[in-house]
Each structure stands twice: as C-alpha cells, then as structure tokens.
C-alpha cells in the first residue's frame, strides 16, 4: 500500500496555504505586515502537512476562534481552488496509476478538511483514482504528525498484512514523522513542497527523492 500526501506532493500548492492563511488571518483582526501577522505565518510555514485545525488551535487559543479561523482558511483555499489555482504537479497522475496498474493500493491524504479536499479532487478530475482519500477527521480528528491516517488506511482498505508493507510519501517533516510513527518501511520525502532535504532526513525520511514521479521505481514498479 502507498499513501500519499496531497498539496506539495501530488498536487501543486504554489503558495495558496499561505495566502488562504492570510485571508483567514486577516478576517480575524491579524494585519498584515505586522509582527503578529509574521509570526503567525511563521508557524504556518514550520507546520505545513498538519491538521489546519491543529494550527489554528495553537496559533488562536479559543476553540470559537480557531474554528472561525479554520472556516475562512478553508473558504479562501476553496476560492482559490475554484478559480483554477489548483494543478496536479508533473508527473504525480501517472506515478499513481503506475503503482495502481501495478497492483498497490493507493491512498491520498491531507491535513485539510474534507470539503477541501473533495475540492481538488474534483478540480483535477481524481475522485475515482485512487482506493481511498482521508482528512483527519476520517481517522479520529488528529492528523500528522500522528499516525492515525497512514493506520487507518492501512484499516479501512486492507491492502497489506503488516505495516512494513506500507510506503508513505510526503514534502513535510511531519509527513515523515507520521510515516515512522506508522513502521511504513519506505518514508520518501519529496522536494516539491515545503522543506528541504535536510528537514526531511531529519524528521526520519528513509528516502529522499526528487518528485513522487521517482517513487514508482522505489517502490519496484518498472
């Protein structure tokens, strides 16, 4: 089984997490420009591929106004998916049906919310391609770096006997952290995303590749 990451990953994020984050922000009294608002943004950046929810509960504190936070950055993502801001990165599409035609089961996954992720999967036409796609509420409500979404993935679709069957991919440290914390054997970080090699190896990424376009012939996908 694979499970992938999505914004970063699969798909091209072009800097829309943080501009949906700067809506949001904005929309809660957070300037622009402002100390505040760059700290903000900062942890933004050191968290890309956890649960938004998540984030927003540190960066805002109130449950009432970390929802109201995580409803407007979901908004604004959805805007900017809706207005065509959204693309599959080069060669993502045919490493998933390369390892699908192969016999491997395929898993998306994402730290946004379901009606976030249903709209890129309907924006680039992937509804029906892969097994399975979760958000964290599928699996619990705790997204990375917890292991929960690789686990229940592994769950719901029963595509392998043992964890080490598993491959994980994603462009974040907590990609990598979830991968381990799951025993996947196979931790690919890409560099298409957020970090760097050197944030990837040392969040525990057994590999380091280019695109996920590589992560067919790692996986042993001729």
Same mark, same amino acid.
């Given at each position: /089984?694979?499970? @992938?990451? /999505? #914004?970063?990953?699969?798909?091209? $994020?072009?800097?829309?997490?943080?501009?949906? =984050?700067? !809506?949001?922000?904005?929309?809660?009294?957070?300037?622009?420009?402002?100390?505040?608002?760059?700290?903000?943004?900062?942890?933004?950046? #050191?968290? /890309?591929? !956890?649960?938004?929810?998540? %984030? =927003?509960?540190? @960066?805002?504190? !109130?449950?009432?106004?970390?929802?109201?936070?995580? *409803?407007? =950055?979901?908004?604004?993502?959805?805007?900017?998916? $809706? #207005?065509?801001?959204?693309?599959?990165?080069?060669?993502?599409?045919? *490493?998933?049906?390369?390892?699908?035609?192969?016999? @491997?089961?395929?898993?998306?996954?994402?730290? =946004?919310?379901?009606?976030?992720?249903?709209?890129?999967?309907?924006?680039?036409?992937?509804?029906?391609?892969? *097994?399975?796609?979760? &958000?964290?509420?599928?699996?619990?409500?705790?997204?990375?770096?917890?292991?929960?979404? %690789?686990?229940?993935?592994?769950?719901?679709?029963?595509?392998?006997? $043992?964890?080490?069957?598993? *491959? %994980?991919?994603?462009?974040?440290?907590?990609? /990598?952290?979830?991968?381990?914390? #799951?025993?996947?054997?196979?931790?690919?970080?890409?560099?298409?995303?957020?970090? $760097?090699?050197?944030?990837?190896?040392?969040?525990?990424?057994?590999?380091?590749?280019?695109?996920?376009?590589?992560?067919?012939?790692? &996986?042993?996908?001729?």
């Amino acid at each position: /089984m694979v499970v @992938l990451d /999505m #914004a970063g990953t699969t798909v091209a $994020d072009g800097g829309l997490v943080e501009r949906a =984050f700067g !809506e949001a922000a904005q929309r809660l009294g957070v300037e622009p420009g402002t100390p505040d608002h760059e700290e903000k943004l900062a942890y933004v950046r #050191a968290t /890309m591929g !956890e649960s938004k929810i998540s %984030v =927003f509960r540190h @960066l805002f504190g !109130e449950e009432e106004k970390a929802r109201r936070a995580n *409803a407007e =950055f979901e908004r604004a993502y959805g805007e900017l998916v $809706d #207005a065509g801001h959204c693309a599959p990165l080069p060669g993502a599409r045919e *490493a998933i049906e390369r390892l699908r035609d192969a016999g @491997l089961t395929v898993v998306l996954t994402t730290g =946004f919310a379901r009606t976030t992720q249903d709209a890129i999967l309907a924006a680039l036409g992937w509804r029906d391609l892969v *097994a399975l796609t979760l &958000c964290p509420a599928d699996a619990g409500g705790r997204g990375r770096p917890y292991p929960d979404m %690789v686990l229940a993935a592994l769950l719901r679709t029963g595509a392998a006997d $043992d964890v080490r069957e598993v *491959a %994980v991919a994603g462009d974040t440290a907590y990609d /990598m952290l979830s991968g381990r914390r #799951a025993g996947a054997s196979v931790v690919a970080g890409v560099l298409t995303g957020a970090h $760097d090699k050197g944030q990837l190896s040392e969040a525990g990424a057994t590999h380091v590749l280019g695109s996920v376009a590589e992560l067919p012939e790692l &996986c042993g996908v001729r």
